[in-house]
Structure formats: structure tokens, C-alpha cells
């Protein structure tokens, strides 16, 4: 029997290469079987739809008749408000112009580059740490403690409390990545608990910001007074447990894929061992042609909509498949070839339009970072499984561990 | 040029004169180099600045943020030309195929390009204009000018007109701290572009950053001070503003008076040219070696029936000039037609404007998403129960959206909900531009019918 393209997305066996699958798909642009969502899989159709202000990201508008075969234990603690993520304008606008104030342009034009010296410091303590050169779990070892740092220095966690929030983040992420041989209820249990307490510890942050405000991000949000006013508590915490959530596992299979691909490319990797600014580059090729988040699968129709002949009835639920836009030979040539010459690199790896990545100009620089401190100190680094395992996660995708050996590691 | 070698030639040898050295020229040379043309190349440029770019000039340049002199535009490769600059052209001899310079010289062409753009309307009465203290602002020496003057920190500045350069001036003052009245004959701000509704939004914004907004009237004499400089300006309304420095800002007329007695279809309106940029002569058939971009072009567009369309938008001279470019160095099957749907921005008062299509020949509008009460929206604008144009304040992420209805002609009102439908929203209501028998100067879109040869003069100054 031949498995629905649906399930060959979510088979697990399909998980180290997606992208025949995803090629299969793009023969059917707009996809849909019996109850389950549509699924758009090629660049211009995607691009258009993440335009299209009939498309909303707040699930209260799903028609219950869908059925969400990634539907299950919520990624959102339900005790707090949905984060501007899921909320349509204008409170999402209003949610996100109000965390933006306090983290990019025009506002706060120097928040992310004057991370820039601490991120670096993080990256090589960690390189610093690795330990035996010969069996280095780089997963482990250094892209998943990365992004959560970083986090907690933007939100201003104070460094003794670091630990405890790794631990949260941990359960949490591990949440997301169901693995089928746990207890589900025991796995939902921990992941609300560790939820819970992170909660309880931002909020006890927040007062003890509002009392004793610093220059972080935090303290600047929970003290603002802007055009839009404050943000109730509840708001800030979600907005809190967004920028966490959102920017953990993404960054750390950004920088694993990342390593992967170059290892892959030993001759790209020479060449931004060589030179620095091929990093900047290196990315963007790599969010494109790896992307870390696979598909968005957060969005119903607000009316009947056409999408490339195919008539989308209101409320049905979308799945935008990045990953397969972004290998769509009609915007990209050789799309399945790894590039960091393209000229031309209009990615889906961000998304596109009012939820494009907010976090991007600080993923981009911890990516860059990473990746050119690892070729540089790496010597003579090397896969020692190809495949990696991966998580189960079909969305949020990434090795589970990357196990490479290498020489020695530079000063 | 047939399949007999010719073009081959004419790429690897032949002559390409560009007269107006300005964004359009700078792209399209760009593009002849990049597409293979290896032959030689003059830039003829009245101004003696390499190509420079002016959107800053009203905005980063009077804040003060950057320099007039630091906005020379990018190069995106070398163009490797013969530069004339400081040496307007004077006249063309269309049969000879030569340009005639200012300095007597004449330099041949195989091949013209036409991009000479526009400049500003001048205040009426020239004596009053030689005022000291009196600027128009469309060159990078206006600009710079200007700048100085802001910054000596006059006591209060008059802006004459308030379409999108005019309106952006008085942001620019408000951001310096300096009083500003602004004098506008319409009934509100960016009322010729975008139409009465917006255009309130447009007024409401000004006043909530203090300037002195003064509607539905005419500035009728600029007056001096014993020494020559200005010091006040008489309205319609009888009313007198005292003013040091008066920025008169009216829109702008074709730089097409060189033209005169050439035979090419060129006139106040502009040089009319086929959808591949080829110019007319006045007996409306199309040259095969004169070719037009930019400010300066009229070109019939698929989306208004295939009427002459003229623009002064940034993004319209950049594709003409690739589309012209790309067009001199092919063969006729080759030619591509210039379709891109209208865009423009402004940025004014905190606010970003973006429109795409062609706002001014709507005449209806519906705040399809957003509010204009909090100055944050989308109106669509119909014409004839199809979806013509759109702007933006501040929501400049959903218009591709509407430019893709736009594109493929949409009915009007658009019958689907969207997120952020307010209740402004709920249906259409008159865009309320005024009269199009008056004429005024704030549209930056303009059509003027079928005849590549209209040389009316639609644009007479109240002033
Ligand atoms: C202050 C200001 C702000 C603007 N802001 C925006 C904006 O925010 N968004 C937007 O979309 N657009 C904006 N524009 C419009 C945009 O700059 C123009 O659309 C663009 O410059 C057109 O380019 P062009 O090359 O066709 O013409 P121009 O830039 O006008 O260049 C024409 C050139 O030809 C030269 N020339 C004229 N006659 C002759 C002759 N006889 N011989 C030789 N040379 C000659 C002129 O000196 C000039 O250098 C702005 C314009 C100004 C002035
Ligand atoms: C490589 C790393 C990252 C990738 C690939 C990535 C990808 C994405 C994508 C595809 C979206 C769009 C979601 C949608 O349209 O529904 C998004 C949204 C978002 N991202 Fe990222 N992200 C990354 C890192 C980060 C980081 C580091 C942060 C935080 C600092 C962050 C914060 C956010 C937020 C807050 C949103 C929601 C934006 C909105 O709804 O307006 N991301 N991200």
C-alpha cells in the first residue's frame, strides 16, 4: 500500500531526507485529503498565502470539522494567554511593535549587535569545553546549551538562576519531540511542571524587574511606557516563554544542520575556515536549504479561498511546507544543490510577512558566530555517522545528535 | 535591425547615448554592460554630480542624518562610460542622429536613451522666488541648501504644498524642532494621491506633531525684508505667515523643453513611448532608436487599458531603465514590454506610506484592514467595480496581497473578511479626490489617454 504524502511527511523514516517526499508533493501544490489540513508545498503559493490577510494564525478560527494530525499535547501552556505568534492583528501587531521597542530598529537599533562580544564568549566556552576530540555529541555538546544562553542574557536571567532554566528548557523542548516509546501522559505531565515553574520563575523575575529594573530586555518591557502602553503581566510572561521557546530549538538545528551540511561540503567548510565573512552567506543557503522549521501548520482560512486552482473552503487548516518552497525548482535553480554563491536567496526559512521570524537578525548572528568559531577551531573535523539519528519532531527538524571527531581543537 | 548581423554589431561596436544621468540613466547603462553591450557609451548629465539618489534629500538629508553629498547611488558594476556631466543637452536632430550639447558639441548615437526626469515647479513670481530664503527641493544642491538653512534653526518654515515631497519636508522640520505652517490648496494633505479620506489621516498626523496645517487655501505673495530675504507669506484667507524660510513644493514639470522641434513626441506631459520604451514621434509612430525611462516616459499600461501612464516613482524608473535597456540590445522578438504594477513610499510623521497600483484614479476606498483612526491600515481603492490600488500606513506587509488583486483586476469591494476588519471597514465609501478638471499637483500617477502625440497642458498654477 502507498502511504498519503501526509504520512510520508510525519513518517519518521523519512525524517534524515524529507525532500524527495517533498518533491513528490510539489506535483499536487495544494494537497488535501478527506478531513486532514491542506498542505501548499511550492515557494510562490506559500509566499503568497503568508501575504494574504484571509489566512489567520489564531487557531480560535480553525472549523472543529478538521482533523490536525500534529494535534496533540499543546506547545503553549493554556494557562497563559496565546503569544503573538497565534494572534492575528491587531493585537498581534500591537504585542509585537511592543516587544520589538525593546529589541531592534528603530528603537533599539543596538540590542542585537551589542550582544555580538558576549555571544562569541559564549560560543568559545563551550568550544573551550568540549573535552575528547575524538567523540564529540555536538548536539549535546554545544548547540543545544547555545540558544538558551543567550536567552537568558537577552531576557536578563541572572547567571546563578541559568541552570534551572536550562533544565525547564530541556523538559520543554523535549515535549515537543514526542518520542513514541515514553508515556505520553508521564512526558505531559513533566513538560507542565517544568512550564509551570518556568512561569512561576519569570513572574518572580518580572516584579523583582519592576522593583530593581537593569538594562536587559525584562526589565525594559516590564517597565515600558510606549506609544501602546505597558504590557499586563500575563502578556509578558507568554511573550517571555515565546522568545524561548521560539528561539531554542530552532537555533540549536540550525546549528547542528548547519555542521552537518558543511561536513557534507568539506570544501565550503575549508573555505569559511579561510574566511570569516562566509558565514553571512553560509546561513542564509542554509535556511534555505535546511531549514529548521519544516512547515508552519498554524493556519486557517478566514473565507472560501483559490489557491492554484484548488478551492480552500473557509476555516480549513493549512500546512505551508517551507522546506519544500524553499527546494521549489520554478524559484530556485539546482534547488537541491547546497550554494552559498546564490545570488538570489528569497528563503522561506523565516517565513514571510506580519510573523516573519522575529528573533531572525539574533538567530543569523548566533548561527554565524557558531558556525565560523567551529570551523575555524575544528581540526580536521569529520562525521562519524551519516546519517545522525533524528528527533521524531517533523516540524521543529534536527539530528538528535551529531557525533563528529576531529584532530584537535585550536586556541 | 534584421537577423543580418547588425545587432551583433551594433552590441560589440556600436554608440549608446543616455542623456540624464540620474537614477534611470545610471540603471539602464548598468544594464547595457551587464547584458553584453560592448560598444561606446556617453552619459550626458546636466548636473555635475555623479548620479546621485533623492528620496534622502527629503528625508535623512534635512534631518541631518546624512549628508547631501553622501548620496551618490550604489554602483552595481562598473559601467566603464564617457561621462559629460555638467553639460545639459540642448536639442536632438533625430535625422542626423545627434545630440546637441550646451557647449556647441554634438555627439552621434546609434542608439538614444532618453531619461532626463523632472524638476521642481518653480514659485510663479520669479522675483519673489530669487527671495533669499526661498528653496525648491529636488536636486542634491537644493537639498543641501536647504539643509543649512535647518539647521541655522529659522524661526518658523512655510511649506508651500503638501503632497508627498511637501508633506515630508514638514516631518523632517518637526523632527528639528522648528515651526513649520504648512499652506495646501486641496482640503487636506496628499489629497491629490491618495484621495480625501487618507488624506485626513494625512492632516491628523501633522497636527499631532505640531505643524500648523492650514487647508483649502492659496499662498498668494511671497514678501521680502530690505535685504532680500523673506519674511512672509500672504494667503488666500487674508491672512499673513511670517516665515524665514519658504519651501515651495508644487510638483514638478517634464524635462522635455530640449526636445522642442526634434519631432519626438515629447511634451509638458512627457515622452510618450510604446510598453517597451520605445518613443513616438509627434505623428505617432514609434522610433526604433529613441528609447525613454523614468520621470520623464509615458508609457501605455496593460492595467489602464493600454492609456499613457506617467510616474515619479523611484521603483518605475529603475524597471523602465532594465526594460529599456534590455530592449535597445534586442531583437524586436526579444523585446520585453514594461508591465510592473505602480509602487511608491514615503515616509512622513513616524509613518510609513506605501501604495501599490494606481490610488488617484480610484474612486471609491475601503479600509479593508486596520483603522485609520489609529493611522494604521490598508485602503483598497476601486474603480468601476474592480480593485485599482492600495495603500498602506504602517501595514506594508499585506501589499503584495492587494497588488495581486490589482494584477488580475479583482472586483470592488473585495467580498471576502480579512484579518483585522474593523468597522471602518464594512464598506466602501467615496475616495473623495478632488475634482480631476482641477487640476493639482499632488498625484504621482497620471494618465493622459490614448495619443502618444497629446501635448495639452493639463497643469496651470493657481499661485
Ligand atoms: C525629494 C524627493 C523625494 C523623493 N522620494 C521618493 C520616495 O520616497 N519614493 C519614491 O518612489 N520616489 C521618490 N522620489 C521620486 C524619485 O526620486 C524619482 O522617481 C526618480 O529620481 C526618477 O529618476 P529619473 O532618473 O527618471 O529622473 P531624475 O532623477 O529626475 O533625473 C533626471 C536627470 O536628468 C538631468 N537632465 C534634465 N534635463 C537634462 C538635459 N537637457 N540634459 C542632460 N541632463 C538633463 C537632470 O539634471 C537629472 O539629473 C523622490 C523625489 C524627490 C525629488
Ligand atoms: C534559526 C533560528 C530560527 C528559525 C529558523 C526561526 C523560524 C521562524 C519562523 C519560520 C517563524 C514564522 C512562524 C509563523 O509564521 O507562524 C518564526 C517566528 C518567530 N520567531 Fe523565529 N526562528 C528562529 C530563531 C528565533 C529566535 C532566536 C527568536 C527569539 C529571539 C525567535 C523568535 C520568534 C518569534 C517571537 C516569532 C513569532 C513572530 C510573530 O508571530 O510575529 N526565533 N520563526
Known amino acids: 500500500m502507498t502511504q498519503s504524502p501526509l504520512h510520508r511527511i510525519l513518517d519518521f523514516a523519512n525524517r534524515a531526507d524529507p525532500y524527495p517526499v517533498y518533491e513528490e508533493l510539489r506535483k499536487t501544490p495544494v494537497y488535501h485529503e478527506d478531513d486532514g489540513p491542506y498542505v501548499i508545498s511550492t ?19 480553525l472549523s472543529s470539522a478538521t482533523r490536525d494530525p500534529l494535534a496533540g499535547p499543546d506547545q503553549e501552556d493554556m494557562a497563559l494567554p496565546p503569544s503573538f505568534l497565534r494572534l492575528d492583528p491587531p493585537e498581534h501587531d500591537r504585542l509585537r511593535r511592543m516587544t520589538n521597542r525593546h529589541f531592534g530598529p528603530p528603537h533599539s537599533p543596538h540590542r542585537v549587535d551589542g550582544m555580538r562580544a558576549e555571544l562569541h564568549g559564549i560560543v568559545s566556552g563551550l568550544v573551550d569545553g568540549i573535552g575528547d576530540p575524538g567523540r564529540i555529541d555536538l548536539v549535546e555538546q554545544f548547540s543545544y546549551p547555545f540558544p538558551v544562553t543567550v536567552i537568558c542574557r537577552l531576557l536578563g536571567v541572572p547567571r546563578e538562576d541559568e541552570a534551572r532554566f536550562h533544565t525547564w528548557a530541556d523538559t520543554i523542548a523535549a515535549s515537543l519531540d514526542p518520542d513514541p516509546d515514553a508515556d505520553p501522559a508521564e512526558r505531559g ?15 518572580g523575575l518580572i516584579e523583582e524587574r519592576r522593583r530593581n529594573p537593569g538594562d536587559d530586555m525584562l526589565s525594559e518591557l516590564a517597565t515600558a511606557k510606549g506609544p501602546d502602553g505597558t504590557m499586563s503581566t500575563m502578556e509578558l510572561l507568554s511573550t517571555a516563554a ?24 568539506p570544501e565550503v567548510l575549508q573555505r569559511l575556515r579561510a574566511d570569516p565573512r562566509l558565514a553571512v552567506p553560509v546561513v542564509e543557503e542554509l535556511l534555505r536549504f535546511e531549514p529548521p522549521v519544516q512547515l508552519l501548520p498554524q493556519r486557517t482560512t478566514l473565507a472560501d479561498v483559490e489557491v492554484h486552482g484548488v478551492n480552500i473552503p473557509k476555516g480549513a487548516s493549512l500546512w505551508l511546507v517551507l522546506a ?58 569529520r562525521l562519524l555517522e551519516d546519517p545522525p539519528p533524528y528527533r521524531r519532531n517533523a516540524v521543529l527538524r534536527g539530528p538528535r545528535h551529531l557525533h563528529i571527531a576531529c584532530d584537535g581543537i585550536r586556541a | 535591425m534584421l537577423g543580418d548581423g547588425s545587432l551583433e554589431r551594433f552590441r560589440r561596436e556600436g554608440r549608446i547615448v543616455v542623456v540624464g544621468a540620474s537614477l534611470a540613466g545610471l540603471r539602464a547603462a548598468e544594464t547595457l554592460r551587464d547584458q553584453g553591450f560592448a560598444g561606446s557609451l556617453t552619459m550626458i548629465g546636466a548636473e555635475p554630480h555623479e548620479p546621485y539618489d533623492r528620496p534622502p534629500l527629503s528625508k535623512q538629508v534635512l534631518l541631518g542624518r546624512a549628508s547631501a553629498d553622501r548620496t551618490a547611488l550604489p554602483r552595481r558594476r562598473s559601467v566603464d562610460a564617457n561621462w559629460r556631466l555638467g553639460v545639459p543637452a540642448t536639442g536632438l ?35 519673489q522666488a530669487e527671495l533669499d530664503g526661498v528653496f525648491v527641493l529636488r536636486t542634491r544642491d537644493d537639498g543641501a541648501a536647504l539643509a543649512r538653512r535647518l539647521a541655522e534653526g529659522p524661526r ?59 487647508c483649502g487655501v492659496m499662498v498668494t505673495a511671497l514678501e521680502g525684508d530690505a535685504s532680500g530675504r523673506v519674511r512672509a507669506a500672504q494667503l488666500s484667507d487674508g491672512s499673513t505667515v511670517e516665515a524665514d524660510v519658504v519651501i515651495v513644493s508644487l510638483g514638478a514639470t517634464r524635462n522635455t523643453e530640449w526636445l522642442a522641434g526634434s519631432g519626438l513626441a515629447a511634451g509638458p506631459r512627457g515622452i510618450a513611448c510604446d510598453a517597451g520604451c520605445r518613443a513616438f514621434d509627434i505623428r505617432g509612430i514609434v522610433t526604433d532608436d529613441v528609447y525613454a525611462a523614468g520621470d520623464v516616459a509615458r508609457c501605455p499600461h496593460p492595467l489602464f487599458g493600454y492609456q499613457f501612464l506617467s510616474l515619479e516613482h523611484w521603483g518605475n524608473a529603475v524597471s523602465q531603465a532594465g526594460i529599456a535597456a534590455h530592449n ?35 474612486t471609491e476606498i475601503l479600509v479593508a484592514q486596520g483603522s485609520l483612526k489609529e493611522h494604521r491600515f490598508v485602503g483598497v481603492y476601486g474603480y468601476q467595480g474592480r480593485v485599482i490600488g492600495a495603500v498602506a500606513f504602517d501595514q506594508a506587509r499585506w501589499l503584495p496581497f492587494y497588488q495581486e488583486l490589482i494584477e488580475r483586476t479583482a472586483p470592488f469591494p473585495p467580498p471576502f473578511p480579512t484579518v483585522d476588519r474593523r468597522s471602518d471597514g464594512q464598506r466602501p465609501v467615496d475616495a473623495d479626490f478632488p475634482d480631476p478638471s482641477v487640476p493639482t499637483h499632488g498625484p504621482t500617477v497620471t494618465l493622459s489617454g490614448y495619443s502618444p502625440a497629446d501635448r495639452r497642458m493639463t497643469f496651470t498654477p493657481a499661485h
Open chain 1, 189 to 203: 505531565r513533566g513538560a507542565h511542571d517544568a512550564r509551570t515553574q518556568l512561569g512561576m520563575y519569570l513572574a
Open chain 2, 328 to 362: 535597445m540590445l534586442s531583437e524586436s522578438t526579444d523585446r520585453l514590454p514594461h508591465m510592473d504594477v505602480p509602487a511608491f513610499w514615503s515616509a512622513q510623521f513616524g509613518v510609513n506610506i506605501k501604495s501599490v497600483g494606481a490610488p488617484s484614479l480610484g
Open chain 1, 43 to 61: 515557494y510562490y503559493e506559500i509566499r503568497s498565502l503568508l501575504h494574504d490577510p484571509r489566512i489567520s494564525s489564531d487557531a480560535r478560527n
Open chain 2, 156 to 214: 518658523r518654515v512655510l511649506v508651500i504644498g503638501a503632497g508627498f515631497t511637501g508633506s515630508e519636508i514638514a516631518s523632517a522640520c518637526c523632527e528639528r524642532g522648528l515651526a513649520v505652517t504648512v499652506a495646501e490648496r486641496g482640503a487636506s494633505p496628499l489629497v491629490g494621491a491618495l484621495g480625501g479620506v487618507v488624506g485626513a489621516v494625512a492632516a491628523e498626523l501633522q497636527r499631532e506633531h505640531g505643524v500648523d496645517l492650514r
Open chain 1, 324 to 381: 519544500s518552497g524553499n527546494r521549489d525548482p520554478r524559484r530556485f535553480g539546482d534547488p537541491d544543490r547546497f550554494d552559498p554563491d546564490r545570488e538570489d536567496i528569497q528563503h522561506l526559512g523565516f517565513g514571510s510577512g506580519i510573523h516573519s521570524c522575529f528573533g531572525a537578525p539574533l538567530a543569523r548572528l548566533e548561527a554565524q558566530l557558531a558556525l565560523s568559531e567551529l570551523a575555524r577551531r575544528l581540526e580536521n573535523p
Open chain 1, 242 to 265: 515565546l522568545l524561548l521557546i521560539a528561539g531554542h530549538e530552532t537555533t540549536v538545528n540550525l546549528v547542528t544542520n548547519g555542521m552537518l551540511t558543511l561536513l557534507r561540503h
Open chain 2, 93 to 127: 536632430d533625430m535625422a542626423a542622429k545627434r545630440v546637441r550639447l550646451a557647449d556647441g558639441d554634438e555627439v552621434p548615437y546609434d542608439r538614444l536613451l532618453i531619461s532626463t526626469g523632472v524638476r521642481s515647479r518653480p514659485w510663479p513670481h520669479e522675483d
